[in-house]
């Protein structure tokens, strides 16, 4: 019997058992899988030993430079300067004794003594239009006793200018219901923007009237300062700040720091020149160091966003009439380096020469004190 079913399994041995495995769903299959497997694990074998092909290289998908409408350079057009005989009908006490002080010397004893709580606006953001709709002549404001040294002759109401060909407010929004004003209300001298500005609208005269609160604690009295408010359209309202600062520091540095943040900030010298028009040469030595860092540090959609913010100073400047050298140096040489970044990320030969990339294998790259600098594995430092 043994020996006649052992002949019949030789012969045909589908006839035999069958191994079975399980699988990781707990259901059995046929072995044959387990063959195939190994099949497909030979033929990996197999392609693993044959020669290496020729790697096509990935071509990159993310863009070096954003393309955008904004100017290929800022210059500085014909302005009037600011006169001595201008400041002295608003800041008389620099007139005193027959002395004429110097432009230089009053902005920087302008700025000098500036209270830093006059370069933020007071009020909340409101909006209408037209912005003398909701705005008064005069405002109140409770002030210290201590504040009352540094008064401000005025509030500013600074809001964006309008470039329509209609003058009736009815009629532009009718054309766009969504174009309202904000308006923002800043403290401020009127002495301070004199020095700085020739294309303000007329001041309004300033005779502050003080009354005292009733009922206040009499070691810390608190007095209504009544104010009047003086309009002033600028084309681009979120780079105000920073000229505010610049107007009660006189600090270039801080400026230069606030359009493009990257230390250590430019050494400009009162002899640099300043781009008079599109030919005029504006390469600096300064201008090559800021843009070879911010090459490798700011991404392409960020240097058109800082282009785009050094503009809007720009523009500020062309509507104030602004015509301090100093600014005007900073501005035209902020734009420039920004400009040649992408000038080097488009000509990448160049920018291989000029500033290589370290060989990441050798070293680490490390962000300090504003600087992107690169260490070696031997003197790398945690």
Not at 177 to 204: E, F
């Amino acid at each position: 019997m043994h020996t006649r079913r052992t002949m019949k399994l030789l012969k045909k041995p589908r006839h035999g058992p069958k191994y079975r495995s399980h699988s990781s769903t707990g259901f059995s299959c046929v072995a044959r899988t387990l063959v195939v497997s190994r099949r497909a694990l030979q033929a990996a074998i197999r392609r693993s030993r044959m020669p290496a092909q020729k790697v096509t290289p990935v071509h990159r998908t993310r863009p070096m430079v954003v393309n955008s409408d904004l100017p290929e350079r800022l210059v500085k057009p014909e302005m009037e300067e600011v006169t001595l005989d201008a400041i002295h009908e608003v800041a008389w006490e620099f007139n005193t004794h027959g002395y004429r002080f110097s432009l230089e010397t009053i902005r920087s004893a302008m700025g000098a003594g500036a209270d830093p709580h006059l370069t933020a606006p007071v009020a909340q953001t409101m909006y209408a239009e037209p912005p003398s709709a909701i705005l008064p002549k005069h405002l109140d404001v409770i002030m210290e006793e201590g504040a009352l040294t540094t008064l401000p002759s005025h509030y500013l109401a600074i809001y964006p200018s309008i470039h329509s060909a209609s003058s009736d407010p009815a009629t532009r929004v009718r054309s766009n219901p969504g174009r309202v004003r904000d308006v923002q209300i800043w403290p401020g001298h009127a002495s301070i923007l004199v020095i700085y500005c020739t294309r303000l609208p007329s001041i309004p005269k300033s005779e502050p009237r003080y009354e005292l609160v009733a009922g206040c604690n009499p070691e810390a009295p608190l007095t209504v300062v009544t104010l009047p408010v003086w309009h002033i359209p600028i084309p681009r309202t979120k780079q105000f700040a920073l000229m505010m600062q610049y107007f009660y520091s006189y600090d270039w540095r801080q400026l230069a720091f606030n359009l493009i943040p990257m230390l250590p900030t430019p050494d400009l010298r009162d002899t640099d020149p300043v781009p008079q028009d599109l030919n005029a040469p504006s390469m600096h030595v300064w201008t090559i160091r800021h843009a070879l860092r911010l090459t490798y540090v700011l991404t392409p959609q960020k240097v058109v966003e800082l282009k785009d913010h050094v503009l809007g100073v720009y523009q500020n400047m062309l509507a104030l009439g602004i015509a301090d050298r100093k600014m005007w140096q900073v501005v035209c040489f902020s734009y420039d380096a920004l400009r040649l970044v992408e000038d080097l990320r488009e000509n990448k030969e160049l920018l291989a020469r000029l500033a290589p990339l370290p060989d990441p294998s050798r070293g680490v790259l490390q962000w300090r004190n504003g600087w992107l600098r690169f260490y070696p594995y031997a003197v790398a430092r945690s």
